[in-house]
């Protein structure tokens, strides 16, 4: 079944610096990839998705691209700020949402 | 509130008894997730429904675990002789199927097998 493998699991970077979080995944049938962050106590929310027939996609400080023949996407965060601590999932989607398992992101003021 | 809603928040309860919970979703969308999540993982895929129907059900699940969307509205699950492995967030969400929308998630339920 879908796999999807998220790295790293943990991740501290400096306020003001970047930060990028990597996940693979299994099936080739994958066609939307959201990006989910989860604050202590809350439930997940999308800050940003991407579909299969586009390589890059960039809202703001957040950007994530894609590249199917790999089954890689990543996660870029630039100009990284306090409120960016959380914990960021990635999924892979063909019609169920497969998860990976979270980075939690610190930044270190 | 218009959103993905879970009922109840928590549930506090001995082992081998079953538990349900509910999950009411954004009213036009229908498909229906559930998963289960424990500290520090993320979500794991147990089931999902497209209406009324059980569309896959995850492998790894236990047959104590059980799911329903009657009227392709909202949907229980239900465990069966709970263990203390249960405990978990156990999550829904919820999606519009028009070209893989965004699923909104409710707030969880909280289990506690004691």
């Given at each position: 079944g879908e796999n999807v493998e998220q790295h790293p699991s943990t991740l501290s970077v400096q306020e003001g610096d970047s930060a990028v979080i990597k996940c693979t995944y299994s099936?080739?049938?994958?066609?939307y990839f959201p990006w989910y962050k989860q604050e202590l106590g809350k439930r997940p929310q999308l800050i940003i998705d991407i579909r299969s027939n586009v390589g890059e996609k960039k809202d703001q400080r957040i950007a994530v691209t894609l590249n199917k023949t790999a089954k890689h996407f990543s996660l870029h965060i630039t100009e990284?700020?306090?409120?960016?601590s959380a914990v960021y999932f990635c999924a892979a989607s063909d019609d169920k949402i497969i998860f990976g398992k979270g980075t939690r992101l610190h930044i270190l003021p | 509130d218009t959103g993905v809603s879970q009922d109840p928040r928590h549930k506090i309860t001995k082992r081998g008894q079953n538990v349900t919970f509910r999950c009411d979703p954004i009213s036009e969308h229908n498909r229906l997730y559930w998963y289960r999540q424990t500290l520090g993982q993320g979500p794991e895929f147990l089931t999902y429904f497209q209406n009324e129907a059980q569309l896959e059900k995850s492998r790894?699940?236990?047959?104590?675990f059980s799911a329903e969307r009657p009227k392709g509205s909202f949907s229980t699950l239900e465990i069966q002789r709970?263990?203390?492995?249960?405990?978990a967030m156990y999550l829904c969400a919820s999606l519009r199927e028009l070209g893989n929308t965004e699923a909104f998630f409710g707030q969880g339920t909280r289990l506690t097998v004691v």
């Open positions: 099936d080739s049938a994958s066609n990284t700020q306090p409120e960016d | 790894l699940l236990s047959d104590r709970t263990e203390q492995g249960d405990s």
